[in-house]
Structure formats: structure tokens, C-alpha cells
């Protein structure tokens, strides 16, 4: 694991040339901003025991995850690691991201020990921002498209996006993302009464904006 760390550590730095300084500075800004559309963060950051990255197309580690509990009842998460210190990274037709889901799960530490149900849905939650990010910047993911991943036994799951809400560092305006999971069996639901009405349903009952 050592070693592997210091290998992305250094194909980051290489890549990206930006000094863990601007890292530092731009992480904070883009915190700050976040927090004045989503409340306080939570003190706890989920950080990967491996840091993620992409080597020889292939996706290691996981990304960090970030806790919201201040906003709506139950837990948001976010990326932080999308949007570099620069301004640039993933984009949709909306421009520039970071990836939001949230649970009705009440935040707790998420390392406690036994896992509770706020515990596993994180896990999930990491899984699924993780696969994204790892091709976000070769595939672009549009406010109402679906997606198909897979979970950790195999399985496909389904996750439609939408525009949350919109966040500015500095002049740029960037925006969260929202991941929200669906079932196999809600597609035919979608199919009927198309993207933007399945999110207004889910609005309607409310069950938006939660996997």
C-alpha cells in the first residue's frame, strides 16, 4: 500500500503540476462555497485508505467523501476531488461538477463499529461516486441521463443525474451533480413518462432528492 500511494501520489503530481499548497487553498474555497449552499460540514472526512486515481486506465483507490448533515433531514455527501485548482475538470452540457447523493439515514461516524444502515449506504454511495469519477473525464454525465454501474456482487445499478445546485469559487460557477440510485425495475416507469417526469414524480412523492 505504500508504495502504491507514493506512486499516485507522484502520477498526480505530474500530471496535474499544482503544488499541495493550491491544493490546500482551492480545497479550501471550494469547502466554504459548498457549505454555503449545503450548511456546515461534518467535522469527520471519509478519507481512502488508498487515494484514487486512474493508472493505465484502471481505477485505484476511492475517493474521498465528504458529510452534509446540516442541510435537509438525513445525510449529504460530496466529492471534493473533481474540480482542480485551476477551475477545470469533468463537464456536462451545465458545465463543471462535484458529485452530490444524499441518504434519510442519519449521519453517524462512519467508521462505527458495528456498521449501521447509514454506514452501508455510505460505502455504497463511495462506491458509486468513485466509478464515476474515474471516467467522468472521458464520458459526459448530463443532468436527467441514467447510468449503469456495477455494485460489489456483480450486480447492475442505476443512477439518474440531475442539477442539484450551483456554487461559485471565485468568479467560475461550478455545480453538484446528483447521483440519485433507482431500481431495475422503476426503467419501465422512466420509459413511460420520460427523465424530467420521472424526477418530478420522484419530487411529487417526495423521495427527491434521495438514493
Do not use: W
Amino acid at each position: 500500500m505504500s508504495f502504491l500511494n507514493k506512486m499516485l501520489k507522484q502520477k498526480m503530481k505530474d500530471d496535474q503540476n499544482f503544488t499541495n499548497e493550491q491544493f490546500a487553498e482551492y480545497h479550501n474555497l471550494k469547502l466554504k462555497s459548498i457549505e454555503s449552499v449545503l450548511g456546515i460540514s461534518a467535522e469527520t472526512v471519509g478519507h481512502s485508505i488508498i487515494p484514487f486515481g486512474t493508472i493505465a486506465d484502471m481505477t485505484v483507490g476511492a475517493v474521498d467523501m465528504y458529510y452534509f448533515p446540516n442541510h435537509i433531514s438525513g445525510t449529504g455527501f460530496t466529492t471534493m476531488q473533481l474540480i482542480n485548482p485551476d477551475g477545470n475538470g469533468p463537464k456536462n452540457k451545465k458545465g463543471t461538477y462535484e458529485l452530490i447523493a444524499f441518504t434519510k439515514q442519519t449521519y453517524n461516524n462512519p467508521e462505527q463499529e458495528p456498521p449501521t444502515e447509514f454506514n452501508q449506504i455510505e460505502r455504497r454511495i463511495c462506491d458509486t461516486f468513485t466509478q464515476i469519477t474515474g471516467v467522468a473525464s472521458k464520458k459526459e454525465f448530463n443532468p436527467l441521463e441514467i447510468c449503469q454501474l456495477k455494485d460489489n456482487d456483480g450486480k447492475n445499478k442505476y443512477i439518474i443525474f440531475d442539477l442539484y445546485k450551483e456554487f461559485k469559487i471565485g468568479k467560475q460557477k461550478h455545480h453538484l451533480l446528483l447521483c440519485i440510485e433507482i431500481f431495475e425495475e422503476e426503467l419501465a416507469t422512466v420509459e413511460m413518462f420520460g427523465h424530467k417526469g420521472f424526477v418530478n414524480m420522484l419530487k411529487m412523492i417526495n423521495i427527491y432528492p434521495y438514493s
